[in-house]
T-cell receptor, first 113, second 111 residues
């Protein structure tokens, strides 16, 4: 998917554990969006980050979820104390500042047992 | 509230049988409308961006059009490899470019 990398591709956690999802943008892209896709539901916006800044986190649950995009390294979506309802596919998308098009990674499929 | 509705939910075509997918939207100041294709187990793959009513874009067997209320994705003489879920999304002016999605149309093309 156009060079956006996500890892791991699949992640299994037990209830109460932590999940860390990573997203490496395409070269030259400094804007990262995270979306969640629940079974039988559409994609939903979670958070928008630029390097070292959270721009919009209006779609992210207030509890247990956090995101960062450090100066160096990938963007990370962190889910603490996972519950079964967190089971979903999590996608990141990136774009360059002057372009509208967001390019997506392959996603991380989280399964909470 | 911004909203995107896609129809039909599912569509089954014979190879070579042309059809159209619909995306109706309600948005406060359209900044752009996007079409993506998603295969099972993969991320959305970008197809088209449309910015203003009357605009059209084409790519191989696909053609996307835009009016003030809806967009169509026309598929001409589809092949089995066109089978996928087609997703429509919009961005409104001033919402940090976050994509607002429809639920998609699942297309199956039989040989």
């Amino acid at each position: 998917n156009a060079g956006v990398m996500q890892n791991p591709r699949h992640l299994v956690r037990r209830r109460g554990q932590e999940a860390r999802l990573r997203c490496s943008p395409m070269k030259g892209h400094s804007h990262v969006y995270w979306y969640r896709q629940l079974p039988e539901e559409g994609l939903k916006f979670m958070v928008y980050l630029q390097k070292e800044n959270i721009i919009d986190e209006s779609g992210m649950p207030k509890e247990r979820f956090s995101a960062e995009f450090p100066k160096e390294g990938p963007s990370i979506l962190r889910i603490q104390q996972v519950v079964r309802g967190d089971s979903a596919a999590y996608f990141c998308a990136t774009y360059r500042g002057e372009q509208e098009t967001q390019y997506f990674g392959p996603g991380t499929r989280l399964l909470v047992l | 509230e911004d909203q995107v509705t896609q129809s039909p939910e599912a569509l089954r075509l014979q190879e070579g049988e042309s059809s159209s997918l619909n995306c109706s939207y309600t948005v406060s100041g359209l900044r752009g409308l996007f079409w993506y294709r998603q295969d099972p187990g993969k991320g959305p793959e970008f197809l088209f961006t449309l910015y203003s009513a009357g605009e059209e874009k084409e790519k191989e067997r696909l053609k996307a059009t835009l009016t003030k209320k809806e967009s169509f994705l026309h598929i001409t003489a589809p092949k089995p490899e066109d089978s996928a879920t087609y997703l429509c999304a919009v961005v409104n002016a001033g919402n940090n470019r976050k994509l607002i999605w429809g639920l998609g149309t699942s297309l199956a093309v039989n040989p």
